[in-house]
């Protein structure tokens, strides 16, 4: 909820932080930012967890950034990861059709703008 805090979030800000297994709630409802940077949770080979990690984030706007959750294999919880950010556009990534995802509900709730929103399964909105 750090409502002051805004613009981009560094795409290197967890650069040095390989071995980190969550990022649950980590920027909820910071609705000042405006952007996700790429890869800025990539290369987490221990990560499981982005549960809720940008919902309420009403500020964010533009494309999906790509290679958000690259080389990130064991990442299976993604409730409400994006619920709210309805101002993200371009194609949400099909996290779907991972095999080991345990939880989606809520996902990409709200993202209406994403151009592939209509093909994103209903578990996930």
Same mark, same amino acid.
Request: charged share 10%; proline share 15%.
């Given at each position: 909820g750090c409502s002051g805090? &805004?613009?981009t979030i560094p795409g290197d800000l967890f650069a040095n932080n390989s071995?980190? =297994?969550d990022f649950y709630f980590t920027f909820a409802y910071c609705s000042g930012l405006t952007e996700i940077s790429a890869g800025l949770m990539a290369?987490? @080979?221990n990560l499981t967890d982005v549960r809720n990690a940008f919902i309420g984030?009403?500020?964010i706007t533009g494309a999906f950034p790509t290679g958000l959750f690259t080389n990130c294999p064991n990442l299976t919880d993604f409730g409400n990861t994006f619920n709210g950010c309805r101002g993200l =556009?371009? &194609?949400? @990534?099909a996290l779907w059709n991972r095999t080991n995802v345990t939880s989606s509900s809520g996902c990409f709730s709200g993202c209406t703008k994403l151009s592939n929103y209509s093909s994103? @399964?209903?578990d996930w909105k």
């Open positions: 805090l &805004t613009g071995n980190v =297994t290369d987490k @080979p984030c009403i500020g =556009t371009g &194609t949400a @990534p994103i @399964p209903s």
